[in-house]
């Protein structure tokens, strides 16, 4: 018999069953579950609810089961529905009628909701270690490549010459974010929802503060309906998940164009490349294209749960059942595809030679330096961007470089010139003249990874 079913007269359909129930996903929240239980026991003890003989019983009932779980002895049961009744059903079974008491003052609608936070927070907490181990490799990276000079590009077009530690600097602000984000989902969702029951609390003299306290939480949700109907801690998740899944499709974007024949700036090791079952020559950069091929999924989970929330009325509904799998699905995710990611990152090769020579041919990368080297010696900018155009267009009809543009013809554009504009307009000297803080110059990169280190840091204390 159910453990609801003493309103009923018959059972469920075997094919309502099937679909009603949830163990087959949510069984993996069984320790955060088991978890909430025991400290719930010891609660209803110390309240004078149970006796403290009972709750001993049930904390050693349940202790047993969660043994057993994780040994792989407990077979889940369908008919049981979730995870709360599989635990409820095996704790009767072992200990007796008083397996019954631990329901007390408590409905399945804020036990789920207490084991998702509890379960989800672990996970942010897995997660934000991965982002630190990819924001020390950045850094690590950084500092061998501050003298590395490559093209930085705008539409996909050449711009302003930059170094790669200051591009990969780009990205280790983006992680960091997502990092802080992250902390600020956990603070935000570390409120228990214990002791809300189905919506309406207790008529029982419960400590809310008891258990929220002994199962980690800040504090407990100080609104019994919202306590139960809340999901934004996992929809804010979800969007922080898919801004992370964002930033890793961009830095594959970009390996793997780097990867290619046309730029030839990056060789990925071996161990994150396939190859062609057709065409021996192929080395293709299978990780990257399936990470960012994966953002999209996690952006599904998202959308899914923003959907199923966005017409329910207060306070539980059945729809909210739909909530975790594509919570788990994001979690695995981003977990999956961090493991993979940063070592890929860690391990490519990158070809300075070849990003040195994309930055110096090609392109006029260096225009804007030539109109800032004519601006600092008192023509207005605006005037100064039309005479490097102009010179553009006369290098550009001759196949030339603006470097290897006479000084007559210089000179005949705008007499400002003189011999020091051919040092301006190396690689070098364009990137060292950038010192705005921020910027690619030596000095200003540096400034930046002593922050980048003070970030980590403050978050090892």
């Given amino acids: ?34 978890r909430g239980s025991i400290a719930h026991a010891g609660m209803l003890a110390n309240c004078g609810i149970i006796s403290a003989e009972e709750a001993q019983q049930l904390i050693d009932g349940l202790k047993g089961i969660l043994a057993d779980i994780e040994a792989g002895h407990v077979e889940f049961d369908v008919a049981a529905e979730d995870i709360h009744m599989n635990v409820e059903k095996l704790l009767t079974e072992r200990v007796g009628a008083v397996g019954g008491k631990l329901h007390t ?22 997660i934000i270690d991965q982002l630190n181990a990819l924001l020390t490799g950045l850094l690590d990276m950084a500092e061998r490549e501050k003298d590395t000079v490559m093209p930085g590009y705008t539409h996909l077009q050449k711009a302003q010459p930059l170094t790669l530690a200051h591009h990969l600097l780009a990205y280790f602000q983006m992680f960091s974010r ?39 939480f800040d504090g407990y949700t100080l609104n019994s309906m919202d306590g139960v109907s809340d999901r934004d801690f996992a929809i804010e998740f979800l969007a922080a998940a898919s801004l992370i899944m964002m930033h890793m499709s961009r ?27 057709i065409m021996p020559q192929k080395k293709n950069p299978d990780m990257a294209e399936l990470t960012r091929g994966k953002t999209g999924r996690v952006y599904g989970d998202l959308i899914a749960l923003l959907t199923v929330m966005k017409g329910l009325p207060l306070a539980y509904n059945k729809d909210m059942q739909e909530d975790k799998e594509p919570l ?10 961090l493991s993979i990611f940063t070592p890929m990152l860690l391990t490519a090769t990158f070809r300075k030679e070849k990003m040195r020579h994309a930055a110096e041919g090609g392109g006029f990368i260096n225009a804007t330096d030539m109109a800032d080297y004519l601006a600092a010696r008192g023509l207005p900018f605006r005037q100064a961007h039309e005479v490097v155009g102009k010179l553009v267009l006369v290098a550009e009809r001759q196949g030339k470089q603006l470097m290897d543009l006479t000084m007559d013809e210089l000179h005949e554009a705008c007499p400002l010139f003189d011999e020091s504009i051919y040092v301006a307009l190396t690689a070098e000297s364009c990137v060292a003249a950038r010192r705005s803080a921020g910027g690619p110059a030596p000095a200003a990169v540096e400034a930046q990874i002593r922050a980048g280190r003070d970030f980590l840091a403050a978050r090892q204390k």
């Avoid at 309103?7 to 087959?24: L, Y």
């Avoid at 594959?252 to 024949?261: K, V």
């Fill in 178 to 216: 997502d990092v802080t984000r992250l902390e600020d989902c956990r603070a935000r969702m570390n409120y228990s929802p214990l002791g809300s029951c189905a919506l309406a609390g207790s008529t029982f003299p419960i400590d809310r503060a008891q258990t929220a306290a002994e199962l980690g």
């Fill in 328 to 337: 788990f699905d994001a979690v695995d995710t981003v977990i999956g595809c």
């Fill in 1 to 34: 018999m159910k453990l609801w079913g003493g309103r009923f007269a018959s059972g469920t359909d075997r094919a309502a069953e099937s679909f009603h129930s949830s163990i087959g996903f949510d069984q993996r929240l069984y320790a955060q579950d088991i």
């Fill in 251 to 277: 830095f594959c974007e970009e390996l793997i164009l780097w990867s290619s024949s046309e730029f030839g700036f990056v060789l990925i090791s071996d161990a994150y490349s396939t190859g062609s079952s």
């Fill in 105 to 126: 003052a408590r409905s399945r609608n804020d036990q789920v909701a207490v084991d998702t936070r509890m379960w989800l927070r672990e996970q942010i907490d897995a």
